[in-house]
């Protein structure tokens, strides 16, 4: 598929800030695809505890996001891509054999509660609290740092509803089967209303807009 000529944009002395969380891959693709290179992209992760901070602290100049924000200080683009539903388990899970699971299989299992500061009608999306079949998940277990995450899942027969881009950085001893019955989540690009995109900015989200349009 052609991508879209890049839009002009005066060049800039530091690469655009790009915040992301657990895994870069998500975002590495979108920078590929609508032809950045990858020294014109500085990636910060952020915490997903408090997902915001460094956007609010002006540590980043945008960040990935996924499903729709209502923050009142920050504004999201239009999807620039989209992310499959998985589920991350230990390797000695039951469901870590398969080549795909069902949502209505997870709710067999005790899940994650929402972390921090992050927003609880995201964390709705990403876990739900019911399946479409109405089994409740039962979101039971701290969610604080990916390591944390894991170690739960390796002692236990917890599981982490999640997204298909973490599989290239999860430990060995953790599985990501993908979910058929989930729709992949939307994924945006988000920034602070009250401080306007640089142009260099402006046209990382232009190109990666119409990226989607092609």
């Given at each position: ?26 975002a ?5 695809a ?7 992209i ?13 956007l609010?602290?002006?540590?980043m ?14 504004v ?12 991350l388990?230990?390797a ?6 398969r ?25 709705d999306?990403?876990?739900?609290p ?19 995450m ?7 027969d ?14 060995p ?9 989930l ?8 920034w602070?209303?009250d ?15 119409r990226?989607?349009e092609?």
């Open positions: 598929m052609t991508r879209p000529l890049r839009a002009a944009a005066p060049e800039t002395t530091r690469p655009i800030r790009f915040g992301v969380h657990g895994s870069s891959r998500l590495e693709r979108i920078v590929t609508i032809g950045y290179g990858r020294e014109e500085e990636f910060v992760p952020y915490d997903v505890m408090e997902p915001f901070r460094p609010r602290d002006g540590r100049d945008l960040m990935i996001v996924k499903y729709g924000l209502l923050e009142p200080d920050i999201s683009s239009r999807p620039v891509a989209f992310d499959g539903r998985a589920v388990v230990s000695s899970h039951p469901l870590a054999r080549d795909t699971v069902s949502v209505e299989d997870v709710a067999a299992y005790d899940a994650f509660t929402c972390p921090g500061d992050f927003p609880p009608y995201v964390w999306k990403v876990v739900p019911t399946t479409p079949g109405g089994l409740p998940i039962r979101r039971v277990h701290p969610m604080t740092t990916l390591q944390a894991a170690a739960i899942l390796t002692r236990t917890a599981v982490h509803l999640s997204f298909q881009s973490l599989d290239m950085v999860v430990p001893e953790i599985r990501v089967v993908p979910v058929h019955d729709p992949a989540a939307p994924v945006s690009l988000a602070l209303r401080r306007r995109p640089s142009p260099g900015v402006a046209a990382f989200i232009f190109d990666a807009e990226g989607m092609l």
